[in-house]
Each structure stands twice: as C-alpha cells, then as structure tokens.
C-alpha cells in the first residue's frame, strides 16, 4: 500500500462545480504540502500545514482552500472550478528537520 | 527556480556517458537545495540533498554542486543508464520555513 494515497485520481468536471482532493498518509509525519504540476512550469506549491493548526499559504493559493482533518489527513478544495485550475495535483509529506518530501502518486483534474 | 515557458528543456545523453543538469535559484535566503527525479506517471522522489555550508556532495553514482555566489547548482550522474530517463527538478528552502519551491524541471532522455 502507497504511504501517499490520493483520491480521485482522475476527475473530470465542469466549470463553477466545487471538487475536494484528498490526501491520506500512513507515515507519520506531520508536515504535509499540496503541489500543482503544470507542463513546462514544474511544481509549484498550493498550501502547506505543520500541524492540524498550522496551514499555510504557499505560492499559488488563489483560488483553493484546504483542511488538516488530522495529522494524516490534508485535502484540497476548489470552491468553484475553472478550467485554469486543469491541471496535476500532488500531495507530500516531509520528515522532520530534512527536505525528503513523500510524494502521492498524484491527482489528475480536468475543468471542462 | 525559474520559469522557462511551456516548453521543458531537455538534455539527450548516449548510455554511459555523464549527464550534468542545471538549476538556478532566485532566493538569496535559500540555504537547503534539493533534487528530485519524476518518472513518468509518478511524484517525485528524492535523489540528494546539500546545504549551503557545502559545495559539493556525493551520493551513489550522483554528485551535486553548489555555487551560491550565481546561485547556481548542478545535478551530475554517472554512467548514465536508461533507468535514469525521467525529468529532474531542484528545489530550495530556507531552513525554519520548510517551505520548498520546485524549479520547472530538466527532462533527461538516455539514448541507447
């Protein structure tokens, strides 16, 4: 089983719906991140979380939101799609005081 | 990392023979760099790390350089074998932020 799961991993919907990525981890850790992943623009970073009571806003928040249910979960929310938000989306986790970033298998979402 | 379009720079190299791929950072903060290797399909893993108290460090058949003064870092492999084909990224971080920013990536195609 992935220490990095991510639910859906395909999702296909349409402009002003609200759609939710989760990401559930098995390792522990208690730094999770959200990346998006654009051809030719590498990852850049949506939000991150220390903790259940630490969020953070990272390069490209605009747009999203995010919840720490717990310290294995961390899911990403678009209240109202758009089709600029097509795109790849990766949930990781970060051991403490490294930058080793786990990273899930990733989340494809298409906005039609 | 900087952003070069749409379009990901890719370096062709014959089996066997040593590839050298580059990153630039932009944050003079940065004091923690690390490469990652993204095979198609998949999230990024973890090949090495170095902080700016070094400028250089070896790991298995993979060596990375750090030039802090044009904030410049390199990503050498050895013996470059098929199994290395995959797009590479660096990311940076100042230490206490954990906060880690991607490059746009290298793609690495290994010509038999």
């Known amino acids: 089983d992935a220490d990095v799961t991510q ?6 919907t349409k402009t002003g719906k609200r759609i939710m990525l989760e990401c559930s981890q098995t390792k522990g850790h208690d730094r999770m991140y959200w990346y998006r992943q654009d051809p030719g623009l590498g990852l850049r970073l949506i939000y991150y ?5 630490d969020i953070n806003k990272g390069e490209i928040s605009d747009g999203y939101s995010v919840s720490r249910q717990a310290q294995a979960k961390f899911s990403l929310s678009l209240e109202s799609a758009i089709p600029n938000q097509t795109a790849l ?4 986790t970060s051991k403490p005081n490294t930058g080793e970033l786990f990273f899930g298998e990733g989340s494809r979402l298409t906005v039609l | ?15 066997g023979d040593n590839s050298i791929i ?10 923690y760099f690390i490469w990652y290797k993204q095979e198609s399909g998949k999230g ?3 090949i090495i790390d170095i902080r700016s108290n070094m400028d250089k460090r070896q790991g298995q058949r993979v060596t990375v350089l750090l030039n802090k003064t044009v904030k410049h ?6 013996a470059t074998q098929p199994g290395d084909s995959a797009v590479y990224f660096c990311a940076d971080c100042t230490s206490g932020t954990y906060k880690y920013i991607f490059g746009t990536g290298t793609r690495l195609k290994v010509l038999a």
Do not use: M, W
């Open chain 1, 7 to 12: 639910t859906p991993r395909n999702r296909i």
């Open chain 1, 49 to 53: 979380s220390f903790d259940v009571k």
């Open chain 1, 89 to 92: 989306y990766f949930c990781a």
């Open chain 2, 1 to 15: 990392g900087e952003s070069v379009g749409l379009h990901l720079p890719t370096l062709s190299v014959q089996e």
């Open chain 2, 22 to 31: 580059n990153c630039a950072y932009s944050n003079s903060a940065s004091d």
């Open chain 2, 44 to 46: 990024p893993q973890f």
């Open chain 2, 73 to 78: 870092l390199s990503l050498q492999i050895a």
